[in-house]
């Protein structure tokens, strides 16, 4: 069975985008998955895709931020990005920034940049040919579209990003009332990000593109490159009390985003009562038994999973890091795991020992660099967490009721502290 998943909005269409613009104009002339899941219901039909509302007239209009604001005045002409990217496009590029081609027609095919807003930009530089990524962030399946929300993410991701090695690089920015971007942000001026896209090969299409005779020698290469990035990254604690970076962890990298996947998924159906109140029980139950883990605080990307993950030669490249950007090493292992195995037991079965494969190697290869054999003992509520993206039919809109259902079997294996890991899981 072949599954996808799907960005946090769906492609923003010609007709819909250019009927809000000549709308916008005209005002501003006069003076804008089936199966089982949390949810017992499948995603409903809509007209036009997540993070995009009917007007009154029953014309279609994105909701307005930043990016949108943009697209009116600039539309797709090549010159008039330029000049409004050329203020804040020397932190990313040496060299003067040239706009080739903005795509008003296509979001981003692919998880790369999911956001609910965002631009792709095909540009030139100095160094040759590159891509920018304008974001406002607006998670509006989660109701997470306040100015503040907005806000602590743009605030907060250009110094994360920069903390974690090799993520790409971003800059806080504001168009002014001629649509320039200005990194000088004013109080209550629309917010954006400006973000540079990565070259390399996307560690999920690796993943997805096994085969039955895939070399072992490849795989085993990708998972010692992938194992050496989480160890660098794990290599670092942060400062401060360490007992409140970790509570604050548990609360906002576990409990939190877990509680937002439910959430997400009941906007597609009635929620599962029981399912709802075994996973939150059990949140609060893995919460208190973790709660003895200060000492494991390290730096943390907190979404590693094979879309945000790019193989460039010898390195690794990644995008996507999450706040507060600390918390267990094991958050990220399971995050890389859980989709290996998910992916391996539900695509073709003369696969599935590529994807062993890939997670035996994974944790040989991380546990001898790093030497933290106990991190099994701490994977089973992260394992949790990720499960739960599988089981939203918003993210997984094309897993069948039968991979449903075994993936919550999985699911409440984990839900209790101290059961011994699922062999689909670990190693």
């Known amino acids: 069975m072949a599954i996808s998943r799907r960005t946090e909005s769906g492609p923003l269409t010609r007709s819909c985008i250019g009927g809000w613009i000549a709308a916008e104009r005209r005002v501003s002339a006069s003076a804008e998955r089936t199966g089982p899941s949390l949810s017992s219901a499948g995603p ?27 697209v009116v005045l600039h539309g797709t002409d090549p010159s008039r990005w330029s000049r409004a990217l050329h203020p804040v496009a020397g932190p990313l590029f040496p060299t003067d920034l040239r706009v080739r081609h903005v795509n008003l027609s296509e979001h981003d095919p692919v998880k790369a940049h999911g956001i609910t807003h965002s631009l792709r930009i095909e540009a030139v530089s100095g160094d ?19 100015p503040a929300d907005r806000a602590r993410e743009v605030f907060w991701r250009p110094s994360g990003y920069d903390n974690i090695p090799g993520h790409a690089r971003a800059i806080a920015a504001s168009p002014d009332d001629q649509g ?12 954006i990000l400006v973000e540079e896209g990565l070259q390399g090969t996307r560690y999920a299409d690796r993943m997805t593109g096994l085969r039955a005779d ?31 970076l970790y509570a604050r962890f548990l609360r ?10 439910i959430d997400g998924a009941q906007r597609f159906g009635p929620a599962a009562t029981s399912r ?13 038994t973790l709660d003895t883990g200060p000492h494991r605080l390290t730096r943390i990307h907190l979404d590693y999973h094979p879309w945000n993950l790019f193989l460039a030669g010898n390195q690794i490249r990644v995008i996507g890091a999450r706040l507060p950007g600390y918390g267990d090493p ?12 998910i992916f391996g037991a539900i695509g073709p079965p003369d696969v599935r020992w590529a994807h062993d494969l890939a997670r035996r190697s994974l944790v040989s290869h991380y546990i001898r660099l790093t030497g933290d054999d106990r991190i099994a003992e701490r994977l089973a509520p992260f394992f949790l967490k990720r499960l739960l993206v599988f089981l939203s039919p918003h ?3 094309d897993i069948d009721a039968g991979h449903g259902a075994w993936i919550w079997t999985l699911a409440m294996s984990l839900m209790t502290p101290g059961t011994p890991l699922p062999p689909e899981l670990f190693p």
């Open 44 to 70: 409903p039909a809509t007209a036009c895709p997540p993070g995009v509302r009917p007007s009154a007239g029953g014309s279609a209009m994105p909701d307005r931020t930043a990016i949108d604001r943009l």
């Open 128 to 146: 040759g040919p590159c891509t920018l990524f304008l974001k406002a962030p607006d998670e509006a399946l989660y109701a997470e579209t306040l």
């Open 180 to 191: 320039l971007l200005r990194t000088d942000l004013r109080p209550g001026a629309p917010l």
């Open 214 to 244: 895939t070399p072992e020698a490849g795989i085993r290469r990708d998972s010692a490159a992938l194992a050496a990035h989480l160890a660098a990254i794990h290599a670092v604690a942060p400062p401060g009390d360490q007992r409140a």
């Open 252 to 261: 906002d990298g576990l409990v939190i985003p877990s509680l937002r996947l």
């Open 276 to 288: 709802r109140a075994a996973v939150e029980h059990a949140l609060i139950a893995w919460r208190i």
């Open 330 to 341: 094991a958050d990220d292992l399971a995050c890389l795991l859980v989709n290996h195995a």
């Open 395 to 397: 993210h997984y809109p």
